[in-house]
């Protein structure tokens, strides 16, 4: 028998944008390696997670250009081109309906099309499960082939399969093992992690579960993937945002109403409860809630029924709560703005979400999933461009504190996708795309002075803080929150922390 060689590559945005007129003089990747190797394939595959009339044209396209037959086009659903596990999952499975590997077929993968994280794939696979050639391709040196001197499975299975069975059983048990339905969450820092985790455990439970953080942190991501991985998957998630419902329509809103209820109710209303049943109703901004519809949600918590308005007769509902608030509630409850026996009703299951800039080595992540995101929202427009991000302009965004969280970074890098001429994001489109919002009273830079100013209270306040996100970020570990503030050994972090009356009893 014959052999055969086939070629399988991703189609990448430098390829759509050769075959749309959006790179002028220049191939793309997969009809360079083409061009420079005419006859060299029996067969051509190309996976593509973009549309797949867009992905239509650039075969057309290609086979014009180069002469080639691409018989076969593979569209790839993928939850992100950079989500390492995804890409993985569905690239073994193709090349499994493929009847891959076979004896007879020489395998050659293109790693310059698509994301790092799906060249990386490529590599892994083509050094275990599926042997294969790797090219790569570029303006500057055309088509190389790509080597290196190391078998994954020969050299470093066995070193593994050598170490004790205690220490692998114990690093299988303490390893976190990310669920699929929070695969969306995307990170890396721990303190994201210690909260998935937590997630994971609430879904198994039927109770309510408070969902803390400030605006922008993803807690209605949170709460759908509760949703997901709890046994009422298959029942309706019903958010609703209470601080967006005027006090008048509140309870109709929530509980229902009956015809002729009030003034305008023409109809009824079932209300967003009864039309959660079985399901779970995600309630955001709880913490606006007026008083006496935090009396009628009490009432639903304990008694599992609702009673709409107009009605006499209490209806039975099977829910589950999931709330969520960036408001301070053990402050409200202090105030009286919000009902203490309402709060522990709700906060049986806690999650209390990090800020953006306490997630240590997730903004990078965030930020190439997200230009990842607009770049495929807008492909196929005609006036959109794919976008790349230069490294200084990477660097701006490092130093921006984020207080809108993951919100704002996004439409930060909407707004410089947008703004930006040309297919690279630079400083200035970033500048131009950051909101500045001046703190309430002005900042902690621009106090009055006089009457009552104490500067050393403030430069405490200012070290407090500092501190605090030092520690978060750290997972309360002395040794490296005293490196992330620059001290130059962690007794010295734990005088400044004595001095400012921190306690910092913890892990060193």
């Known amino acids: ?71 076969d086009l593979f569209p790839i659903d993928l939850a992100s081109p950079i989500d390492y596990a995804s890409v993985y999952a569905r690239v073994s499975d193709k090349l499994k309906q493929l009847r891959l590997p076979q004896d007879a077929v020489d395998l050659t993968f293109h790693l310059s099309p698509g994301t790092p994280a799906m060249a990386a794939i490529w590599i892994i696979l083509a050094k275990t499960r599926f042997p294969a050639q790797l090219i790569q391709t570029s303006k500057e040196k055309g088509l190389e082939s790509v080597d290196f001197f190391f078998d994954l499975a020969n050299e470093f ?28 969450i995307v990170h890396r820092s721990r303190v994201m992690q210690e909260q998935i985790m937590l997630a994971h455990k609430m879904a198994a439970f039927e109770v309510p579960v408070l969902i803390l953080g400030d605006s922008g942190t993803g807690k209605e991501l949170f709460a759908e993937a509760i949703h997901r ?6 029942r309706p998630f019903i958010a609703v945002n209470c601080g967006a419902i005027s006090t ?13 209820a009030f003034t305008g109710a023409a109809t009824t209303r079932a209300g967003h409860f009864r039309e959660a049943e079985g399901g779970i109703l995600f309630l955001d901004e709880v913490g606006d809630l007026p008083l006496d519809a935090q009396v009628r949600l009490l009432r639903v918590l304990q008694q599992q029924e609702v009673t709409p308005l107009g ?33 522990h009703r709700l906060a049986v299951g806690i999650l209390r979400l990090p800020a953006l800039r306490e997630r240590e080595g997730d903004l990078n992540l965030l930020i190439d999933y997200l230009l990842a995101k607009i ?4 492909a196929g427009r005609p006036e959109a461009q794919i976008k790349e991000l230069a490294p200084e302009a990477r660097e701006r965004l490092h130093v921006h504190d984020w ?32 909101v500045q919002l001046r703190p309430p009273g002005g900042g902690v830079l621009e106090r009055p002075l006089g009457s009552g100013f104490v500067l050393q209270d403030v430069l405490d306040e200012v070290s407090r803080h500092y501190f605090q996100r030092a520690l978060t970020q750290s997972g309360r570990r002395k040794k490296r929150a005293s490196s992330v503030l620059g001290f130059s050994s962690y007794q010295t972090f734990g005088n400044w922390a004595e001095r400012l009356g921190i306690d910092v009893d913890a892990e060193e």
């Open 248 to 260: 008048e329509m509140m309870n109709s809103e929530l509980f229902g109403h009956v015809k002729g």
């Open 229 to 234: 991985a709890s046994a009422r998957r298959a």
């Open 157 to 184: 299975l066995p070193e593994f399969l050598q170490r004790g069975s205690e220490r692998i059983d114990r690093l299988s048990r303490s390893a976190p093992k990310l669920a699929p339905e929070f695969s969306q």
């Open 311 to 343: 009605a006499s007769l209490p209806l039975k509902v099977d829910v589950r709560i999931i709330a969520a608030t960036h408001r301070d509630l053990a402050a409200d409850v202090g105030a009286g703005r919000f009902r203490e026996d309402l709060f």
């Open 375 to 378: 770049n495929a929202d807008g």
């Open 403 to 434: 207080p809108g969280n993951v919100r704002e970074l996004y439409h930060t890098l909407l707004r410089a996708a947008i703004w930006s001429d040309s297919a690279t994001i630079d400083r200035d489109d970033v500048i131009r795309s950051l």
């Open 1 to 71: 028998m014959s052999r055969r060689t086939w070629l399988i590559s991703w189609i990448g945005a430098a390829d759509h944008g050769a075959a749309e007129g959006k790179r002028v003089g220049e191939l793309g990747p997969v009809a360079l390696a083409l061009a420079s190797q005419r006859s060299a394939f029996d067969r051509i595959v190309l996976l593509t997670n973009y549309d797949v009339e867009r992905s239509r044209y650039y075969i057309a396209w290609l086979e014009r250009t180069t002469g080639c037959v691409v018989p």
